[in-house]
């Protein structure tokens, strides 16, 4: 369901049941790497998060566990509901991810197959999904681009169409791998905004610390498998030792 923003006060968020809780998950990839060592995690309905850290801090192997693409060690409930073998289905239609690369994301002939696809697979009715398609590519600004081909769109459009994709599905959650990587500064612009006028909780991992600081309240920063800071953007940015420590520059030292 697509839900309102809703102003998020802490002292409420702190007791409130989290949207997404992830407590103590450790992760190693079948080579022995170990990228997760007990993330501890919770956000609340309406929180727009950004998750930061250096290359190889873990970043992208968390937001790959949000809807159980990997499963590791530890527990993760999304609106209460625990990730395991019984729940994927019901976790991957409240979760949506959209990945870094567009490309790993659209692989049909046209534009609407590819928007249509989830809701298609979750077994809605035709009009249903077409409301949805319309509704989706309506807000990510894509209307006129149905029929076209997705591999032959822009990669700022491209991105916007990976974005429609899981807005298909009404997900609670949206969780972005990189979302402004490899965009030009209109297509950036056009991207921010956007993000800002979505009204859905959001987890958002980026190297784009401008970005940060004009679109997020919350900032997780994550180094070696683990959060080693978790708070408001404004303190964190400004705690010059904390971001060094992390490979991380203020946005104006750029
Ligand atoms: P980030 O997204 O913060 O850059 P990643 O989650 O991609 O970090 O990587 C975390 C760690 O896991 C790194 O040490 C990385 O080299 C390792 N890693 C990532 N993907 C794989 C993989 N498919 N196989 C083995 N190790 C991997």
Do not use: Q, S, Y
């Given at each position: 369901m697509l839900l309102p923003d809703l102003a998020v006060d802490a002292s409420l968020s702190a007791h409130a049941a989290p949207l997404l809780l992830i407590d103590d998950l450790h992760f190693a990839y079948p080579d022995g790497r170990v990228a997760l060592r007990g993330v501890r995690l919770r956000i609340a309905r309406g929180e727009k998060v950004a998750l930061v850290g250096p290359n190889g801090a873990g970043k992208s192997t968390l937001l790959l566990h949000l809807n159980g693409i990997l499963r590791g060690k530890g527990r993760i409930e999304v609106a209460g509901m625990s990730v395991n073998d019984h729940t994927l289905p019901q976790v991957r239609a409240r979760v949506g991810l959209v990945f870094q690369h567009p490309d790993d994301q659209l692989f049909s002939p046209t534009v609407?197959?590819?928007?249509?696809?989830?809701?298609?697979?979750?077994?809605?009715?035709?009009?249903?999904?077409?409301?949805r398609v319309e509704r989706a590519l309506a807000m990510v600004g894509m209307s006129a681009y149905q029929e076209r081909h997705p591999y032959h769109l822009s990669t700022g459009e491209k991105k916007r169409i990976a974005i429609a994709t899981v807005l298909a599905m009404e997900p609670d959650i949206l969780a972005f791998d990189e979302p402004s990587a490899g965009l030009d500064p209109r297509a950036r612009r056009g991207l921010i905004e956007l993000l800002r006028g979505l009204p859905l909780t959001m987890l958002v991992s980026t190297h784009d610390m401008a970005m940060v600081q004009e679109l997020f309240d919350r900032m997780v920063i994550m180094d070696e498998g683990r959060v080693v800071a978790d708070g408001?953007?404004?303190?964190?940015?400004?705690?010059?030792?904390?971001?060094?420590?992390h490979g991380l520059e203020m946005p104006w030292n750029k």
């Open positions: 609407f197959e590819d928007v249509a696809f989830g809701p298609l697979h979750m077994g809605l009715a035709a009009d249903e999904v077409r409301a408001c953007v404004t303190a964190l940015l400004a705690d010059r030792a904390l971001l060094e420590a």
